[in-house]
């Protein structure tokens, strides 16, 4: 199982019947395996962490993490659509998920991109991506 | 030699704090003591011995210090510092994505 804060994102992509309804539970944690691996599709993945240090104990136990959400989809709207639904999930929705307390979780950035297969013979198609990035600061 | 901050523990009243940032800040006062017998462009005499102000000022992370509260003040680890002290002055705040912070001075005596 993956660790917290990418276990509270699982979860809450997972249990939410407009993001699956368009995913169907197509998401991933760093990477998109090849099998299984169609549009649309959510990847998240850790990009950084960090805490906050005291003299005398050490790290105070709450971390700050930043993991980064991408909706992908072969048609924007539907990627804007999912990364929508996303935001609504997650920014400033902190909770307990399985033995993840996450206590604050924020939107940072969020940017429109694009990828679009070069070469001859390219099996992907031109795909969007709303990406966004996320600060969580969690119970370790 | 340098030496890490790291591994200070602060107390005050029996209580230790989480503390970020210690300042310790001693100053006297200084009597002028320069006479005619000093030579045109020598430097001025002074004389010190007096009473002097010792002021600790720290960083936490926790809630508001009671100014006006008294107790024993002991710094242990990488410096040692102790006295009975009053805090002078306190202030916390909270931000937007970040844990609560305090700053509080003291007063030793």
Redesign the interface.
């Known amino acids: 199982m993956p660790s917290a804060p990418e276990m509270f994102i699982y979860h809450r992509l997972n249990s939410d019947p407009q993001i699956v309804g368009k995913t169907d539970y197509r998401h991933y944690a760093i990477f998109v395996p090849k099998i299984g691996g169609e549009f649309p599709f959510v990847v998240y993945a850790r990009k950084n962490t960090g805490g906050?240090?005291?003299?005398?104990?050490g790290p105070?136990g709450?971390p700050?993490t930043h993991i980064q959400v991408s909706a992908w989809a072969v048609d924007s709207s539907e990627a804007r659509d999912i990364g929508d639904r996303i935001r609504e999930t997650l920014d400033g929705k902190p909770g307990d998920v399985a033995d993840a307390r996450i206590v604050?979780i924020?939107l940072v950035s969020e940017t429109d991109d694009f990828v679009e297969p070069q070469g001859a013979g390219a099996q992907l198609p031109l795909a969007y991506e709303v990406r966004q990035l996320y600060?969580v600061?969690w119970q370790q | 030699m340098a030496v890490s901050?790291?591994?200070?523990?602060?107390t005050f009243g029996g209580t230790?704090?989480?503390?970020?940032?210690?300042s310790i800040n001693e100053s006297q006062d200084l009597v002028d003591a320069t006479d005619l017998g000093v030579a045109p462009n020598d430097r001025r005499i002074y004389v010190g011995g007096f009473a002097s102000d010792a002021e600790v000022q720290i960083e936490?992370?926790g809630d508001i210090l009671t100014s006006g509260t008294s107790g024993a003040l002991a710094i242990t680890?990488p410096i040692s510092y102790s006295g009975n002290a009053t805090i002078s002055t306190s202030s916390v705040s909270a931000s937007?994505?970040d844990?609560v912070r305090g700053n509080a001075t003291f007063r030793v005596s």
Not at chain 1, 52 to 57: A, E, H, I, M, P
Not at chain 2, 16 to 22: K, P
């Open positions: 906050d240090d005291t003299l005398n104990s105070v709450l700050m604050d924020r600060q600061r | 901050s790291q591994g200070l523990t602060f230790t704090l989480s503390v970020t940032n210690v936490y992370f680890g937007v994505g844990l």
